[in-house]
């Protein structure tokens, strides 16, 4: 079913650890400056795209 599969997928990646080694993380580091974060995630989420 695919509310079975979907909340497996929730399990594996909502946890602190699952952050530390997604590209998305870098965006967290500039927390403190909204334009600089969108600016990294933007990037980030671009060079990532596929490979999660």
Do not use: N, Q, Y
Request: hydrophobic residues 55%; charged residues 25%; proline residues 8%.
């Amino acid at each position: 079913m695919v509310a079975d599969l979907l909340l497996e997928w929730a399990d594996r990646i909502e946890h602190p650890d699952f952050i530390a080694l997604d590209p998305l993380s870098l965006p967290r580091r500039f927390a403190d400056d909204p334009a600089s974060a969108e600016l990294v995630g933007f990037m980030a989420a671009t060079i990532a795209w596929g490979s999660r």
